[in-house]
């Protein structure tokens, strides 16, 4: 087989982080939820395969820069939109006897505006195996251009485009939990594979166990389904292999769980790319993630 071909594209917002060092310093990276999982995707899959970002970004010196570092980790930013008048969102980590909390600065931010056009989507899908997006990408845009992301999916998924969505609902992104709900399960419908995490889901959805879940999301047509739920026992459900679980071995030391779902979902999806089993994907998601929240930061430095 030609590798030459293979294309990962992830959808949504990269922000600016300003993480907190022990000095009381601030340093600046780069990080986003579906963004995290395109930069560890690219770490794991095979130089052959293609690992591509679409979002939209500003013309000012801090969107070059953002695009930049997207560049050097390797991923492709060719689907990145320039917006003048607009620039990249940031967030900031305050830290408070160990606990960390974050404020956002992203009400104005160009990735808002990522969908606003359905012919450049289509033109990013396009010879696109496999496409990622998350809640979080469908909660920053308004409700046409969410419409317009989810017909450009369909119409991708109709072409032999994979189509995989994280609801990674994120309750202060939303006007109330209905809305969230319902654009949870519109996104559902054009997806093949869900990745779903138990404590928002069980918590939105009124759902007790994660089997509830697999059956609402298999019922919305998606083929695979992987629920995780922090260091608890996964379930996940293929068409063809049925019921899966997985019990993810402990992490003595947990420094930072942020990213902990992105990672995942990279090692789940890479090794699933590579022909890997859903027992053996989910086994690499859940080693990838162990290793990411060992360290301190979205991105971090893993052995591959
Ligand atoms: P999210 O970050 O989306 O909330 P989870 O907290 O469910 O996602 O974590 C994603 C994955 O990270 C889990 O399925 C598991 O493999 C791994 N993980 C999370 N917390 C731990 C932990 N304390 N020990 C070991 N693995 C963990």
Redesign the pocket.
Known sequence: MNERHHRVLAIGECMVEMAPRADGAYTRNFAGDTFNTAWYMRRLLPEAWSVDYCSAVGEDRISDHMLGFMQKAGIGTDSVLRISGRTVGLYMIELDNGERSFSYWRGQSAAKLLARDREVLSAALAGTDIVLFSGITLAILSEEDRRNLLYALAEARRRGTRVAFDP?MRLRLWPNVAVMCAAVAAAAEVADIVLP?F?EDGQYYGETSPLETIARYRNAGASTIVV????GR?HAEGREEGVVTFD????AQ?VD?TA???S?NAGFLSARLSGASLGDAIGR??QV??QV?GKRGALVDIDV
């Open positions: 990674n995490s404590d995780k739920n922090g260091v996964i993810p071995q402990p992490v947990v769980t902990a779902g992105d995942f998601g859940a993630a162990a929240i």
